[in-house]
């Protein structure tokens, strides 16, 4: 016998976005709402100024720019459009199908005693 495990979430479900820094060392991370209507996504790290994102000339304005940051942007506005609470035109529920993810054992107070 076979079984299947799937999670779906709908458009509604999804709080934000997060980032985590790449660096090893320092892994912080950042959260933005898909509510907040422009969010100031960062092309590196708060903590300890990694790259988070490639730059490259945006060809109107030649300022320095991330393709994949106004991608993020695009998400978060798509996503708030597909709440279908909010929308008379959508019959069906709409979601979307995450990866399950098996947990990180976690580790217990006795583990670190000799």
Known sequence: MTSESRTLIEAS????IDLECPNQKC???AFYPIRNSEPKIPFACHSCNADWFALAPDPRSGAAASKAIEQIKVLMRHLILLDT???SDIYAKVRLQVAHVQPSPVGHADD???
């Not at 479900?13 to 934000?16: I, K, T």
């Open 13 to 16: 479900d999804v709080l934000g």
């Open 27 to 29: 892994k912080a991370r």
């Open 85 to 87: 609470a909010n929308r």
């Open 112 to 114: 670190d005693k000799d």
